[in-house]
Structures are given as structure tokens and as C-alpha cells.
């Protein structure tokens, strides 16, 4: 049974900005959709914040299985209602990939219980990734660690909780070190945390980059079961249950 | 320096039961402020829901090293300031005591972006506690375990991550389990969950329960430091700021 | 391409006790082993102590993606070299699956650096156990609880390292409790822990205990990759090596 | 009541390179010594490899609360029985705060369960170390990152078990990250592990890095409490105990 996967994505920048058309003409969600469609077992869809819903529909979300999401200058203009429906989803068991600036997502904040504040600075410098849990599924097909040659910096301290597991670190040209790949579990929901893919760079045409997200994407889905959870009153012990 | 504690309670069942207000005359939070303020090193106030903002002031939530949570029904009055109030003061280092029914409380399930649900059954039956990680400060003079003899049962599954520690762990006379102490970091701030104290028993005038608030209570205290953190634009690499 | 897993057991209980021979006349080994054949994607041997090297020769631990392991009364004379050949294979990948009394294994205690003791009651009492982690992989098609009606009772404390998911809590007829389901990661290699398996009842001829096994065998599996880690002088910096 | 701290040292570089022995006059385990004495609440003796029994007897570390260990080319000289002795003891409540090459040692190993493996390059590079758990109380008084100037490089992939907390991660001058403040709970006993320190650079002088040392120490101290658990047939129910 393939997995269904939407792309979210804000989809401003490449519309204000030509630099980042010219990089993505088809937008950011497109680059990394394309990808994923070729590979096998995927069923992918997108959705942009300017649709009706932000293309989040409860029909959409419902038939999600996991949601990839890049946000960065309109994170607050996302509609609480929406952001209460993907919380409630991936409780029940979505799996959420959350890409680059989309740390600073409602759905993101809401999901770790912090304020996944971080500082930046956007001068185009090298960035280099470690793998520090080989054998995660994640990191699947990558070597020991892969460099981008431009790419935003973020350095530590990254206010999250701590992971469950941290798959990659970063280090950038200006001496910084930064948790790029971290995973934790919310209800039955699996959610990956992978720190590239600046606007103003073609990172989601690199292909480790493309790949790290389709390792998320496989590892995030949800294991098939009962649906969503009972709670409540419970009046009877196992033995009468029995 | 002292630990500067604010227990905090809902407080309405003792308004309104007169078999809570039997067990706790003065409310449940003065059955645990009283114990605490015998305990060495702790500076106790109290703080109920229907003061003005709760009783929790800027002033009052500024100068609290620990809280100490309880409430049940009124979970959803609680005005969302003052749970955002809460919420920074937490990243920022202070601890968070999660007593029972509070496991439902906004401040809780903000921290921990998950629902914090959970089934229940309140016929008065024995819970058992056994201590999983002797040797952690929260179970200092905790026999390996101890039985309550009337307590409300909560079963598994509690909609809660991946505790970093869980130190106690609660079988009932019915056959369930549940993790009944549990922490966690969020930002600078530590943060305890410890399931007793339905308030129709007389939970928090056991020792041992009282104890182990206390050890929580000092557990939890920050680490005495520089304050708030810094975010935001990040123009320099070390080498230009050494 | 299939899982390829040996479940290895001491297989001394069945030749001296005539109550487990009569229970598992094959061997628990092969009650495990024949439920496994039967599930798709899996290729199943079978490996005991009496045999020579404990039927674990190079060739048989080199191409075993999955270990299940039983043991209890013979752990002691578990050979070295053999204990260190395992552990050299789960740092590189392989997945363990440990049962029951294999608890206080050589090769179990070696990989979670902790003496891996506790306490135990023989008395074939009743044993509930609960699902703490909904929708994890483990505990696929398992409700959120199952009973079994006689079982060793083991009660906490474990001495284990906090587990990275406690999928499954037991308690027991006598007011008990144990982390019966427990995961960690060691090197590459995925480490499941899984209580219920007593000699003297018929556990391992029980649905959901085999669908746990199954369960856990498939999330053990390692990662396909590159094969063992790199280790020694690393003379170069990453610029030298692009 | 003082906190009995015991460092450890191999004292076999100081012996035979002047270099070393002109950094290090009174050998390492010295610096460090000499440092912690003059910290309140710390009573602190020295233990060296070449000793009778390493300086291990057992009544030293019976008397000892935290031991600070620095090995390197000698780790294999390590008497088991010692390894043992250190080993119970941490599962009784000791704390371990390994720095450096400590690494690769027997007592490390067999807590962490993994080959604790790694890469290094010695060229005397600039490191530079980030906290990634401010609030944490190793990290007390320490800013958001501090550089060495001159350090032996280790890049990830560090084979350890996921830390518990990871406060403080490394990057160097050539690019690489690593795990450089880490702890995990085994049994009753804190470790904690802390990467700076190879014996031709005077690390040990650093006041940031005796700093982290001193917190590491008071972290790891042992809450006090009934001693070493017990473990073993247990007959009664709680029923039976009460």
C-alpha cells in the first residue's frame, strides 16, 4: 500500500523574490514532490498556505500518511483551525517531516512543547552534515557525512526537547555546530526534524538532500492499525473486560 | 539561597464537597504548602484559581523558582496570558510539579505537545508504586515501592512523549498500569508529572507522597545562570566575536 | 529480500523437565521458530547451546539479520568468543530480540552495561500487559491490552538503561509491575526486549505473544548499507578529502 | 557532607614525553586535582595506573563518590578485577566522569554497552564547543560556546548509545562535529562524558574546561539512600509484605 505524502509548503517566497524563481520555478514544494514521485511506493500531493484551507482540507489531512512542511515569512498568517486539525492527525498517527525554517511552525511549537527558537545568519556559507546514528533509517544510502556548499547558517543553542534521536549534526564555515536531523515520537505520530534548504539556495535539488527527505518520509509513516485512541471514563477492570 | 515554591490549586472541589473540604479543610494546597514549609531551604507561598490572574502575577510567577500544579475541573478557565506567562517562565528555567488531574491542565499539555489524555476509574481502590530508577533524587528516602490504599486508578495508555526518565511506575487493584512519575526538559526548565491525589482521599497528607513532592521540588529548581536566552539574527562567526 | 533470522535457544529445560517437553516437545526454539516460518518475509534457522560453537559459527552470525535469544539456566557456560562474536555483529547491524530469562544473558548484559538482574516469583500467576506506545511498530495489531493467565512474575526494579521506548508495561496477580517491553539502540544494531516466555507454560504457543515476536524481528532488522564502521586516524580534514 | 572525588590517571605520557611533562609537571590527574581541591565541598585524592591495583583498592573506591578517569595507551593493562570493582560500584551509585581518550577504557566500555569507538587527527586544531542543554547544571557559568585553540580533533560517528543529554557539542577547524558533553544513568550511578583534553595541549589549565569538570562532578554525585540493591528469589506478593 503506497504512501500518501503532501508537500506543504508557504509558496511566497518564489513569487516576490526572483532569485528563488529562478531556482524553483515551480516553487520549493514542487522541487522536493517531483523527487518523491519517482520514487517507488509514494502516492504525493502538494498543497501551498494561499490555497482555501492552505490546501489542508479535512479530506486532505485525513487522507494523509505523512506531511512535509516548509514555512518561513507567514508562519502566523497559518489558520489556528488547520493547525488544530494536523496536531490532532498526527496524534492519530502522521507522520510530519519539518523542513529548514519551518522550525518556527505553529505546528512545530505546538508539537515539541518549546519555542524551537534559534538564531541565523544568511551569508551563503558551506555547511557540512554528520551522520551520528548510522544504521537509522534516515540516513539511509548517505555516506559518513555529505557537504553543501551554500546554505543559511543556524547555530546552536536549538531550543527543542531533547531528541529522540539526533541522526545528523551540522557545521557550518563560521565555526558553528547545529542539530540537523532529530526525530521524536508525539501519540502515534513519528516526526523528523531536517535542517537545510534556504530559499536562496538549490538545496532541494541536491540529491543527498532529496534523499535524507525520502528516508524521513518512509521511516515517519504510520504503522497500520486501530484507528484513533479511546479515552474517557473507564469503569470496568480487566477482569470484567475479560 | 532558598527555593522559592508557589503550589498552586484549582480549589473549587473543597468549595464545593463537603467530603473534600473534610480532608482538606484549608485546601488541598495547604496540606502540601504546610509540609513544604518545614522542609529546609524551601520559601512557600500559595496561589488559587479564583484570585486575580489566578494568583499568578508577573511579579508572582518572576519569583518562582518551582511551581506546584493542581487542577481538575477548571482546566479550561484558566486564562491562556497566564498560561503563556507560564509557559516562558518555564523555557526560562523554572520547574513545573504536575500533581495528578493536572496531567489535563493547558500549561501541561503546552509543554508537552501531546493531548496528555488518559482513561480513569474513581472507586477508591490500592494503588500500588514502584520505584524504576532508585537512585534518582525524586525517590531519596522512597522504599522500592509503596501502597496508597484509596486512590483513583488511571490505566495506560497516557498520551504523554517518551518520559527522559521514568522513576515510578503505579499498579491498581484492577489490573492496570500506569506511569506515575515521569520527567522531562522543556528549554532551561525541568519538569515532573506524579500521578496521586484525587481529592475525595487524603493523598497529600501521606508522607511518602509529600516526600516525594518535595524531592520533585528540588529536582526541578533551575540552575542558577545568566537568564533568558538569546535569539534571533546572528551576524558574526565566532572568529569575529572572540 | 527476506529477513533472515535465527532463533537460538539453550534448550536444556525441555531434556531434564518432562512438564516443558510435554509443553514444547521441539524445543521453545521451534515453537517460535514454526510461527515464524509461516510469516511472509522471513527465513528461519534455529541455533542451541548443545551444539558445537552454540550452533553460532562465523558463517551462521555473519548471515543473520535477526537473533532471538532464550536462555536461563546455562547462561555462565556461553562461550566468549561466541558472546563477543554477537556483539561485534549487533554493533554492525544486527538486530536481538531478547525473551524472558535471557534477561541476565552475557550477550544482553554486555550490550546494556548494566547487571540486567532482578527479582522473579514462580508461582504461574496472571500477567497483564499494557501498551505504552501506540503505534509503534512492536506492538502492531496488539489491543491496548493482553492477559496471560499464568506466568512468572518479575517485578521492578530492572536494572536496565532507561529504555528509548517502554512499548509494553506488565503487572502481575500479586500487585507487580515490570517494563516487559523495552527498545534500544546499540552501534547499528536494534535491541528489543520482550518479558512474557516462562519454560513451564505454554506462552510461545500464545497468538500475541508471537505476533510481538514477529513484530519486533521486523523491527529489528537492520538498515541495508555500506557494512562496518571505519574506525582509527583520520588524517585529513573534510576540505582535503572533496 | 563533602563529596569524595577520586582522579584517576594513567600517568604514562608525563613519564615519557617532556613535552607532556613540561605541561604537566605534577601529571594531569594534578591540574585537575589541584583545581577541585580548592572548590567548596569537595574532598579529592588521586589514584594512578602504575599503583598497586591501579590505586583502586577497595577501599578507595568504596570511599569514593565520583571518579574522574583519564586513560590512554594503557587501557588494556587495566586489571579486569579492578574493571569490576569500578563497575559494581558505578551500578551502586558512583559517578563516573570520563574525559578524552578515557573513551576507549574497559570501565567506559562496559557501561555504555558499544565499542565507544572513534577517528582522530592530531594536528592541534582550534575547537570550538557549543552548549546544546543551557540550564543544565554541568553547563553552570559557562557561556553559549568556548574555543580551544589548540585540541586533538575527534569527528562523529562517536559509537556510543544515544546520550540521555548531550550539552555540549564540538566542531573544529577542519570541519568536523562531535558529541564532546554527554551522560547516561546506569544502574544507580551518573556518567558523564567530556571530550576535551589531549595530554600535549594544556586543556587541564583551561579554567571553562576545569569548570565543566567541577559541574560534572557535583552532577554525578550519588543521592544518598540505602545502598546497593537487592535482588534475588522474591516469595511474597505485596499483599504478603504489607
Given at each position: 500500500?503506497?504512501?500518501?505524502?503532501?508537500?506543504?509548503?508557504?509558496?511566497?517566497?518564489?513569487?516576490?523574490?526572483?532569485?528563488?524563481?529562478?531556482?524553483?520555478?515551480?516553487?520549493?514544494?514542487?522541487?522536493?514532490?517531483s523527487?518523491?514521485r519517482?520514487?517507488?511506493?509514494?502516492?504525493?500531493?502538494?498543497?501551498?498556505?494561499?490555497?482555501?484551507?492552505?490546501?489542508?482540507?479535512?479530506?486532505?489531512?485525513?487522507?494523509?500518511?505523512?506531511?512535509?512542511?516548509?514555512?518561513?515569512?507567514?508562519?502566523r498568517?497559518?489558520?489556528?483551525?488547520v493547525?488544530?486539525?494536523?496536531?490532532?492527525?498526527?496524534?492519530a498517527?502522521?507522520?510530519?517531516?519539518?523542513?529548514?525554517?519551518?522550525?518556527?511552525?505553529?505546528?512545530?511549537?505546538?508539537?515539541?512543547?518549546?519555542?524551537?527558537n534559534?538564531?541565523?545568519?544568511?551569508?551563503?556559507?558551506?555547511?557540512?552534515?554528520?551522520?551520528?546514528?548510522?544504521?537509522?533509517?534516515?540516513?539511509k544510502?548517505?555516506?559518513?557525512?555529505?557537504?553543501?556548499?551554500r546554505e543559511?547558517?543556524?547555530p546552536?543553542?536549538?531550543?527543542?526537547p531533547?531528541?529522540?534521536?539526533?541522526?545528523?549534526?551540522?557545521?557550518?564555515?563560521?565555526?558553528?555546530?547545529?542539530?540537523?536531523?532529530?526525530?521524536?515520537?508525539?501519540?502515534?505520530?513519528k516526526?523528523?526534524?531536517?535542517?537545510?534548504?534556504?530559499?536562496?539556495?538549490?538545496?532541494?535539488?541536491?540529491?543527498?538532500?532529496?534523499?535524507?527527505?525520502?528516508?524521513?518520509?518512509?521511516?515517519?509513516?504510520?504503522?497500520?492499525?486501530?484507528?484513533?485512541?479511546?479515552?474517557?471514563?473507564?469503569?470496568?477492570?480487566?477482569?470484567?473486560?475479560?
Open positions: 500500500m503506497a504512501i500518501r505524502v503532501t508537500v506543504w509548503h508557504e509558496y511566497r517566497h518564489e513569487k516576490k523574490n526572483p532569485k528563488v524563481a529562478e531556482i524553483y520555478p515551480q516553487g520549493m514544494h514542487e522541487a522536493i514532490a523527487y518523491l519517482k520514487c517507488e511506493g509514494l502516492t504525493v500531493r502538494t498543497a501551498t498556505q494561499d490555497e482555501p484551507e492552505h490546501g489542508l482540507s479535512e479530506e486532505v489531512v485525513n487522507n494523509t500518511d505523512v506531511m512535509i512542511w516548509w514555512g518561513h515569512i507567514a508562519h498568517e497559518v489558520n489556528e483551525a493547525v488544530d486539525r494536523l496536531y490532532t492527525r498526527v496524534l498517527g502522521m507522520g510530519l517531516v519539518v523542513l529548514h525554517s519551518g522550525h518556527f511552525s505553529k505546528i512545530f511549537q505546538k508539537l515539541m512543547g518549546t519555542s524551537c534559534l538564531k541565523w545568519r544568511d551569508t551563503g556559507e558551506r555547511e557540512t552534515l554528520w551522520v551520528t546514528r548510522p544504521g537509522h533509517p534516515i540516513v544510502d548517505i555516506d559518513d557525512h555529505f557537504v553543501i556548499e543559511e547558517m543556524y546552536e543553542f536549538f531550543d527543542i531533547e531528541p529522540e534521536c539526533t541522526f545528523l549534526i551540522s557545521t557550518f564555515a563560521g565555526g558553528e555546530v547545529f542539530r540537523s536531523g532529530c526525530t521524536w515520537t508525539r501519540g502515534l505520530g516526526i523528523a526534524y531536517f535542517r537545510p534548504g534556504h530559499e536562496t539556495f538549490p538545496t532541494y535539488h541536491d540529491p543527498r538532500v532529496l534523499k535524507v527527505i525520502e528516508n524521513a518520509t518512509r521511516w515517519a509513516q504510520p504503522t497500520p492499525g486501530p484507528g484513533p485512541l479511546d479515552f474517557g471514563k473507564h469503569d470496568l477492570g480487566w477482569v470484567d473486560k475479560k
